[in-house]
């Protein structure tokens, strides 16, 4: 009656090379050597670590879906 939805059949949210930028920055996090933006100071969540990974992947280009506007 209704058909199953595989992962296979949606779209992706990002792009291969947008996870790859999120992979490297929770790599960084795991080693300590992350930092943020203006104070420098070391990242330890992870959401934010996705977030410094998925800004700089929409920095150079990849498939990211926009900001959420409040």
């Given at each position: ?28 996090r795991n ?40």
């Open positions: 009656m209704f058909a199953k939805i595989g992962r296979s059949n949606m779209a992706r949210k990002y792009s291969k090379g947008a996870s790859k930028y999120v992979e490297r920055a929770m790599k960084k080693k300590g050597t992350l930092k943020s933006g203006r104070s420098g100071k070391r990242v330890k969540s992870r959401k934010q670590a996705i977030a410094i990974g998925l800004s700089e992947a929409r920095k150079k280009g990849k498939k990211v879906p926009r900001k959420k506007r409040l």
